[in-house]
């Protein structure tokens, strides 16, 4: 694995042509796509950024790719209520994982890899990736974090404020003292459950008029144990669903 921020543009080249030697997945490009949006008293801002780039990382390692900074903002509407959460537009995410896929291709890339931190992201990364795809740019795929929600279940003791709603409680909270131990204020924990509408999760809902605090759930039984076990299986989920995607990469000209 190399990191494409702190590495010269030769180093980049030279990696990228190790995929025609017989290396697919040295061809590949892994670039994590997060958020900047509110998580609670007790997380940063950039929580979906810091576990995208994590899981990235990781990946990146296994599989010997190009690790591409993290892109720190997304569609995080629904959180926009809370000051400090920056959102970008849906169609902002998609043009941005377009250009960086057209601009790859320029540097030799065979691949390109989408570790997405944010649910908002999933719509408009899916269009990117679509169009990358469709229209014969790169080889294209986005990860919304395949084996997550099995470890979840596996790990998790407070009950979920909704049904697949992991928001700054026990799950986040627990990945970011596995990430980042300092980030997180543990001196800030409080819970939160809020009622939901009957039809909550089937159409768009800002976040705010629900929870004062931006916590959905109870953080206080998070560990970084359980941090570590969610992120271990993630990528191995992850490396389960590119083996088929590296499997079709096919050397430029």
Do not use: C
Not at 7 to 36: I, K
Not at 44 to 52: F, H, I, M, S, Y
Not at 126 to 143: D, F, H
């Amino acid at each position: 694995m190399i990191e494409a921020y702190s590495t010269p543009w030769t180093d980049v080249v030279a990696h990228f042509e190790r995929a025609r030697e017989g290396a697919p997945a040295s061809g590949l490009a892994v670039l994590p796509f997060g958020a900047l949006e509110q998580h609670g008293p007790q997380l940063p801002l950039g929580t979906d950024t810091a576990t995208a780039a994590e899981v990235a990382r990781r990946l990146a390692e296994r599989v010997d790719a190009v690790l591409l900074p993290p892109v720190h903002y997304g569609d995080t509407w629904n959180n926009a209520g809370y000051p400090g959460t920056v959102s970008l537009s849906a169609a902002t995410v998609t043009a941005i994982a377009v250009d960086i896929g057209r601009a790859l291709v320029r540097s030799g890339a065979l691949g390109l890899v989408i570790v997405n931190g944010d649910w908002g992201n999933r719509q408009p990364l899916y269009s990117a990736v679509r169009i990358l795809n469709a229209e014969g740019v790169l080889p294209a795929i986005a990860l919304d974090y395949p084996g997550m929600d099995a470890a979840i279940e596996r790990v998790r003791e407070s009950p979920a404020a909704a049904p697949g709603l992991n928001h700054a409680e026990e799950i986040e909270t627990s990945i970011m003292l596995a990430i980042d131990p300092d980030a997180v204020r543990i001196d800030r924990y409080v819970s939160s459950y809020p009622s939901f509408p009957s039809d909550f999760g089937t159409r768009p809902m800002q976040l705010h008029p629900f929870s004062e605090s931006g916590v959905f759930g109870d953080p206080s039984s998070a560990t970084a144990e359980k941090g570590e076990q969610i992120l271990a299986a993630t990528v191995e989920g992850s490396l389960d669903v590119l083996a088929d995607f590296v499997a079709t990469l096919s050397p430029r000209a």
